[in-house]
C-alpha cells in the first residue's frame, strides 16, 4: 500500500513542479484577477444584480480572489516539499502565514469607500498597515531561517529511503485534508455567497503531521537540532 501510495506521490510531484504546470498556474492567476475585475466593475454598473453569487463580487475583490489561488498553489507546493525536508517545510508554513496576512491585508481594501472621508476609514487603514506589517515581520524571519540551516544527513541510505517514504505518505495526507477543506469552503460559498477560508483547518493538520513528523524522526536521531 506504501508503495501505491509513494508511486503517486512522485507522479504528482513530477507533474506539480514542472515548468508546463508553472505557466498554466500564472495564467489561472491572470484569468481570475482579470475576470473577477471585470465582474467587479460590471457590478459597479449593476450588470450582473440579478446573478445571485455574482453580485457580491465587488471590483477590489480581484486582489482578494487571486491571492486565494496563490495561497492554494502555495500549500500544494508545501505538500511537496515536506518529504525534502522538514526544516524547508516549517519555512514554507511560515512562508503561506505571511500570505495569508497579506490577503487579509487586501481584503480590507474592500472595505474602502471612494466616498467616504480619510478620518473615517482610519480604523480599516490601520487594520491593513497592522496586516501587512506582520507579513513583512514573517517574510524577514522566513528569509533569516532559511540563511542559518544546516542540512545534514541523520540515517543512511536504506533508511533514508524509508524516513522519504513515510513522509511521502504523510504528505498525502495533508493533501487530501486540505482538498476537503476547499470542498467545504467552496460548498459554504455556494450557499451563503460569502467566501471565508478555513486556513485554520489546514494549519491543525500540519500541526499534526509536524508532530508526527518529528515523532517519527526519532528513530534516527535524538539529538536537538
Not at 12 to 29: A, D, P, V
Not at 77 to 90: D, E, G, H, R
Not at 200 to 215: H, Q, R
Request: proline fraction near 2%; aromatic fraction near 18%; charge should be positive.
Amino acid at each position: 500500500m506504501t508503495g501505491v501510495i509513494v508511486k503517486i506521490f512522485d507522479l504528482c510531484e513530477r507533474y506539480w513542479e514542472s515548468k508546463q504546470n508553472s505557466r498554466n498556474l500564472s495564467y489561472i492567476l491572470v484569468a481570475v484577477f482579470i475576470v473577477s475585475l471585470l465582474i467587479g466593475v460590471g457590478n459597479y454598473f449593476q450588470i450582473f444584480k440579478s446573478f445571485y453569487l455574482l453580485s457580491h463580487i465587488k471590483y477590489t475583490d480581484a486582489i482578494e480572489f487571486s491571492f486565494n489561488f496563490l495561497l492554494f498553489f502555495e500549500m500544494i507546493s508545501l505538500v511537496f516539499v515536506i518529504p525534502q525536508s522538514i526544516a524547508n517545510s516549517i519555512a514554507k508554513q511560515f512562508q503561506i502565514m505571511s500570505l495569508i496576512f497579506l490577503r487579509t491585508s487586501f481584503e480590507e481594501l474592500s472595505n474602502l469607500s471612494l466616498n467616504s472621508l480619510f478620518k473615517d476609514q482610519f480604523t480599516i487603514i490601520n487594520r491593513m498597515a497592522a496586516d501587512a506589517g506582520a507579513a513583512l515581520i514573517i517574510f524577514f524571519l522566513t528569509g533569516w531561517f532559511y540563511s542559518i540551516q544546516k542540512h545534514r544527513q541523520i540515517t543512511d541510505d536504506i533508511e533514508r529511503t524509508k524516513f522519504i517514504n513515510l513522509k511521502k505518505v504523510i504528505a498525502i495526507g495533508v493533501l487530501i485534508g486540505l482538498l476537503v477543506s476547499v470542498f467545504f469552503d467552496i460548498k459554504r460559498y455556494l450557499a451563503t455567497g460569502l467566501f471565508h477560508p478555513s486556513y485554520p483547518l489546514f494549519y491543525l493538520v500540519l500541526i499534526f503531521s509536524d508532530t508526527i513528523l518529528m515523532l517519527a524522526a526519532f528513530r534516527y536521531v535524538i539529538h536537538y537540532p
